[in-house]
């Protein structure tokens, strides 16, 4: 309890504390429709474009939040659009990123002297690296996901079940995808400097996952991937603080922990 | 009566590469059209161009008779959906009305536009079940009575006939919406889409396999292949032409669905 307390009382945890709970709530929100619409590996994808992205802008000694959000942008749009225009399959497309990204990363971080330690913080986080600015930046983006859903509710709930009616009621279905891609981009982003790179997917992923086991409402089910996202990430950084542990990892057991339970009571309900 | 959609040497195709050319055909208000043809002969891509998911790569594509885009109701192939997909079967029905404006209905006409939609495929019942617990064919009705919704919704205004006339359904497109289905609803379903036709006096446009049925039901038979449009006109005189009736022979019988003739006595017509 001691390291409990003791972490309180120190505002970088506050602050990263804060910032990763308003980041779960954007994952929560953004991963059930991206899970829905099967493009649950785009959110892995573009952790890893992120990766290579920070080693280019600290290479390069640019801004590496605002160089890896154009970067991861940019990304997320185009693999949307090869995927849909059936130029590149989503997996593939996907996968291609991962690779390739990872190489640069490592290549980069070799190259400009750069430390492994460096290198861990870009695949595990970091719970120091957290400024500010980046916690301004979290309530910024959950303030617009959140108005997001508000506003386009219905609409993302047609394109997610049926894109093809969504088009035929003259809904502009792209314009929407895009809209999700970016925020997806821009939470990956600004969450993957506090959970890492290789485990902010979890979070986007995990919640989803866990609700569909359990609700068939899509309203409740938007609302619980948002509560379940930020109680999880809560839970996690408490065992962080408490263990001394790694809060990404933490985090991330505490959803699996949780999804599993999910599994236990959809099993108990059909028994 | 007024034409509310017509296509002259229509060009249809995906990216640019035809696949249907030479296309025409003209529907009236209150026409009910089956478009009948092998898998591939392009009846989809059709059907979409149609609804402006698809450019039309030449030609012209008029809708006449003050129609616009908001009045066309689809009902798309099941195969689209994820039958598992976590929503209440009210939450997709209501769905049917995510094209048009927000501030043009209040929450509780369109609660009651959905009810009737369900009513109309007789599935009121299932409003607020889940919809992966349906079972093929009720997802079907629901998906219908989805693309019924705008049918039965009241607009939120001070002259409600001029918004009723610009939001109502006129056209209502299916694209094989009997697959998956037993007799029994089949036949439910059919009769529901005469009625829609007979007495709300809905344009139908629908794609099915199902020639047989088609000629029964639809007032107008378009019949595609792989080298275009073969015939286009009554479905009197379709079963009465030389490719009609031998397709009609292969597949239900020797009379006329529509004046009971002997098929034998008018073949060879084109």
Redesign the interface.
């Known amino acids: 309890m001691e390291g409990l307390s003791q972490s309180f009382s120190d505002p970088l945890f506050c602050r990263s504390l804060a910032a990763g709970a308003l980041i779960a709530v954007c994952a929560g929100l953004i991963g059930i429709n991206l899970v829905?619409r099967h493009y649950a590996m785009l959110s892995d994808g573009l952790t890893h474009v992120g990766i290579g992205a920070m080693s280019v802008a600290v290479f390069l000694h640019w801004a590496p939040i605002w160089f890896t959000m154009v970067v991861c942008v940019v990304a997320a749009i185009l693999l949307l659009r090869l995927s849909e225009r059936g130029v590149i399959r989503s997996d593939s497309g996907i996968a291609l990123m991962t690779a390739s990204a990872l190489a640069i990363a490592l290549v980069l971080t070799q190259f400009s002297g750069g430390s492994e330690d460096q290198f861990e913080d870009f695949l595990f986080g970091d719970m120091l690296s957290l400024s500010s600015l980046d916690l301004a930046l979290a309530a910024l983006l959950c303030l617009c996901v959140i108005a997001t859903f508000l506003l386009c509710y219905?609409?993302f709930?047609?394109i997610t079940?049926?894109a093809?009616?969504?088009?035929?009621?003259?809904?502009k279905v792209g314009r929407y995808n895009t809209l999700l891609a970016v925020l997806a981009a821009v939470t990956v982003v600004l969450g993957m400097r506090l959970l890492g790179g290789l485990l902010m997917s979890a979070v986007i992923i995990f919640p989803a996952l866990a609700?569909?086991q359990l609700?068939?409402?899509?309203?409740v089910?938007t609302i619980f991937t948002a509560l379940y996202a930020l109680a999880c990430f809560v839970g996690g950084m408490l065992v962080s603080a408490l263990l001394g542990l790694s809060c990404g990892a933490c985090v991330v057991l505490v959803n699996l922990v949780c999804l599993l339970a999910c599994f236990a009571i959809k099993h108990l309900r059909q028994v | 009566m007024n034409t509310i959609l017509s296509c002259h040497d229509g060009v249809f195709g995906h990216e640019g590469n035809p696949q249907l050319e030479t296309i025409n055909f003209e529907l009236v208000c209150g026409d009910y059209l089956c478009i009948v043809g092998e898998n591939g002969s392009g009846k989809t891509t059709l059907l979409e161009t149609i609804l402006g998911i698809l450019p039309l790569l030449g030609g012209k594509l008029d809708f006449g008779d003050g129609l616009n885009a908001s009045q066309i109701s689809y009902v798309p192939q099941q195969n689209h959906i994820m039958h598992n997909f976590p929503a209440k079967v009210l939450e997709l029905v209501q769905t049917g009305s995510a094209g048009l404006p927000r501030r043009d209905f209040s929450k509780t006409d369109l609660n009651r536009a959905c009810h009737a939609a369900l009513a109309a495929v007789g599935l009121i019942s299932a409003a607020h079940l889940s919809f992966s617990a349906l079972s093929g064919g009720e997802q079907q009705r629901i998906l219908m009575a989805r693309a019924l919704v705008c049918a039965f919704l009241k607009p939120q205004t001070k002259d409600p006939s001029a918004t009723q006339a610009q939001m109502a359904t006129r056209l209502l497109i299916l694209d094989e919406p009997m697959n998956g289905l037993d007799p029994k609803f089949k036949q439910s379903l059919y009769d529901l889409i005469d009625r829609l036709c007979d007495k709300q006096g809905l344009t139908i446009i629908m794609v099915t396999h199902d020639v047989n049925s088609a000629v029964r039901h639809a007032s107008k038979i378009l019949l595609l292949d792989e080298q275009g449009q073969r015939f286009f006109g009554s479905a009197h005189q379709f079963q009465h032409t030389r490719i009609g009736n031998e397709i009609i022979r292969d597949s239900c019988g020797s009379h006329c669905a529509v004046c009971g003739m002997e098929l034998d006595a008018g073949a060879g017509e084109e």
């Open positions: 829905l219905r609409k709930l047609s079940f049926d093809t009616f969504a088009r035929a009621c003259g809904i609700g569909m609700i068939h409402n899509y309203k089910l």
